[in-house]
Every structure is written in structure tokens, then in C-alpha cells.
């Protein structure tokens, strides 16, 4: 078998390891790099929270604040629109007032955080690994913040600072 060939998970034929599914059943190839199989595994084991998404080679990375923005914004002043009018039909009940009282609050906490990262221009911080090159790349806005996943890789020592070359780039979402 060639180093970029797996085999099918379900009839054992051998697949390319970048096809989307086995040629002869249709099964999706589950094969994906051993590198990002282990940060799976581990990926409880650190610090902060984030959002993985990956192919077979690559591994994207996003905190967990990120891209929500305007979407919780809408839900949020929904449901107070929606809460306002049972309030409106139960103008006694505190409970109506309250559930008022947090979505209001919600949406307008969500609102002012959409117009600060609007207007100081706050990225969203996001590493991207690419295991397909040999040394493996990585692109980052954030080298900072993603230290320790740097670590994990071997990209970067506590001390010594980064091993391999990196690019920065920005993603800019609300």
C-alpha cells in the first residue's frame, strides 16, 4: 500500500487517503492524520475553549467566541420581542417580567460587544495546521493566544520560543 493510500473502513478495498468515500461500497473514508486524531484525543486536556474542524490533513481551530455575533444578537431580541408580548397578556407575572428583564439585557449586552469588535477592528483568533507539507505548516493571527496548542505540536517550546516559521493573517467576523 502507498504512503497516500488507506483502506476502506467497511469492504477493505484501498482508497486514496483524500477521497471523500470508498469508490466500490460508497463508505465515507474515515482515514484522517494521526496528528490531528491525537489533538482530538487530548483536546479536553486544554485550557481554553474552542471549536475544531478538520480534513484528513488540515486542522482549523477557532475560539469559541467567535462568529456569533449577529446571529445571537437576532435570536436574543426575538425572544425578548416574544417575552415583551406575554408580558404583556400576563401583566402580573413576575416570572413574564423577569424572562423580559434577562433576554433585554442579553440582546443589549450582545448588541454593544457587536459594535466594540466592529469598531476596534478585534479579530477573531483562529490557527489553521497543515500536515500534508513535510515539516508541517501552521497560519495563525494569534500566536499568543494559541500557545499552547502550539506546544502540543511541537512547534513551539515553552522557553525557547517558535521552531518553525509561521504566517500571521487576520479573520475579521462579528
Sequence with gaps: MGKNMTKCTSCGVE???????????????????????????????????????????????????AGIGPMAFFVLF?????????WSVFPDSWFC????????????????????????????RQIVFNFHKNPPEYETNDEAYWEEVLVFFNFKDKKDGIRENSKEKSYLVM
Design 97 to 124: 417580567f423577569l424572562l423580559f428583564a434577562v433576554t433585554a439585557i442579553s440582546a443589549v449586552y450582545k448588541f454593544i460587544s457587536m459594535i466594540y469588535k466592529l469598531f476596534t477592528g478585534r479579530t477573531v
Design 15 to 65: 482508497i486514496a487517503k483524500t477521497s471523500k468515500s470508498c469508490p466500490k461500497c460508497g463508505a465515507q473514508n474515515e482515514w484522517v492524520h494521526p496528528e490531528i486524531k491525537r489533538f482530538h484525543d487530548n483536546q479536553k486536556t486544554f485550557t481554553k475553549s474552542f471549536t475544531a474542524y478538520h480534513s484528513p490533513y488540515e486542522l482549523s481551530i477557532m475560539d469559541d467566541n
Design 78 to 86: 426575538m425572544l425578548s420581542l416574544i417575552t415583551l408580548l406575554l
